[in-house]
């Protein structure tokens, strides 16, 4: 890979270690992918920020680089962590948890990463169309290309870190306009009536195509948010990091390989989002974290009904937004469930707490938490969600 004299200087040690890890990473990555060279960005956001998931070796990493002085050249946001601090009645009681989480997120800040704590970062801030960005997390990367039209590949916690001290990203991948190009045609034949339909879609599509690149035909118009659930279901069941939600975002039809979804294929990976078909112990609304507008959904349906006893209603996002949607998180806490920030059911302690059968209208989440929580899940709509939480 082709390094300016400023990048061999920084690769060489010149700057310090910290940097110079930074660098080699970025090298080797570029080295990998084929890269002819580094493209400066515009933002980076990094994942691995709960300890949940971290563990003890990465903290010592951590650690290691803020002893070097570390600090990022562009702006970077950090994901979701595990522990809520203004709710710790909701949260694992493990005081090394709760000590080992503070420093995480003390060595980040220190870096200068902003500790927003969530995977919705633009909800904060969306990104310049056409800029490049270094972004973890694949919910968050496929909503930043095929959404916002910002240009990232799906970084690792590692490589997005070393991006955000180098202020720049090896030019591979999704940075190159020809891997952008969609590949395969989808026909969606059956109704899309809410964020779990198009969840299960994301679940298919993304199963059979892998890393393919999917243009969706009749999903012009949609709104974003049945996007947001397209989207993280796709990345989390295949490995792309693009889509177009319509024909006329991209390209023609012609020389498209096709791929026909019907209501049977739907149904199929519905059914395969829940293990179990039992009463939950904890329903999970916002993964992805939610933006103002879910908020306000959940708070409309939840007024004037009550949680029952027992039972526990998280709704998930950022700080940001659940100072903006004031009114409805009250709405929502009144009838007894919570807004939960700065974490997730994924990325904190479940089965701790005495969770063994989640409950969700994330299809993401449902693919995930069997393995990373261990718990059983029940996938629906919000509105069964809603009805599960008041009337069982
Ligand atoms: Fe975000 Fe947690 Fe889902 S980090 S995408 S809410 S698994």
């Known amino acids: 890979m082709y390094l300016s004299r400023e990048e061999e200087r920084i690769y060489e040690g010149e700057e310090g270690w910290a940097y110079q890890i930074a660098m080699r990473i970025l ?52 994901n979701p962590a595990g522990i809520d601090y203004d709710h710790l009645e909701e949260m694992v009681d493990l005081p090394v948890a709760l000590q080992r989480q503070r420093r995480i997120i003390e060595l980040y800040r220190g870096m200068g990463i902003s500790p927003v704590l969530t995977c919705t970062p633009y909800y904060i801030r969306r990104p310049t169309e056409g800029a490049h960005l270094a972004w973890a997390e694949s919910s968050t990367v496929i909503y930043a290309n095929s959404i916002l039209h910002s240009w990232t590949n799906r970084e690792g916690g590692p490589s997005a870190l070393a991006a955000a001290l180098i202020g720049k990203t090896p030019d591979y991948g999704v940075h190159k306009p020809e891997n952008r190009e969609p590949s395969v045609l989808v026909r969606v034949e059956a109704p899309l009536r809410d964020e779990a339909d198009y969840g299960a879609l994301g679940i298919h599509v993304g199963r059979m195509l892998k890393d393919e690149v999917p243009v969706f035909e009749g999903l012009s118009g949609t709104e974003e948010t049945m ?166």
């Not at 059914?271 to 908020?295: A, Q, W, Y």
């Open 227 to 392: 996007l947001k659930h397209l989207g993280s279901a796709l990345a989390s069941s295949g490995m792309t990091s693009i889509f177009y939600p319509c024909i006329s975002c991209r390209g023609s039809r012609a020389d498209l390989e096709r791929l026909i979804v019907g209501l049977d294929d739907l149904n199929g990976a519905s059914e395969d989002l829940s293990t179990v078909n039992r009463e939950p112990d904890m329903i999970f609304i916002g993964c992805p974290h939610c933006s103002v507008k879910e908020v306000r959904r959940v708070a409309l349906k939840l007024r004037g009904s009550r949680v029952r006893d027992g039972l526990r209603f998280w709704v998930c996002t950022s700080r940001f937004v659940r100072r903006k949607a004031w009114r409805y998180v009250d709405i929502i806490e009144a009838a007894g469930g919570r807004v939960i920030t700065d974490t997730c059911a994924v990325v904190t302690w479940l089965k701790e707490i005495g969770v063994d059968v989640l409950m969700t209208n994330s299809a993401k989440t449902a693919y995930y938490a069997p393995t990373m929580n261990g718990v059983e899940t029940v996938y629906a709509s919000l509105d069964r969600c809603i009805e599960a939480a008041c009337q069982g």
């Open 27 to 78: 090298v080797k990555l570029g080295d990998l992918f084929e890269a002819e060279r580094l493209i400066p960005i515009e933002s980076a956001h990094v994942s691995g920020v709960s300890y949940k998931t971290l563990g003890d070796a990465a903290i010592e990493f951590l650690e290691a680089l803020a002893e070097e002085g570390a600090k990022t050249r562009v702006r970077s946001t950090a």
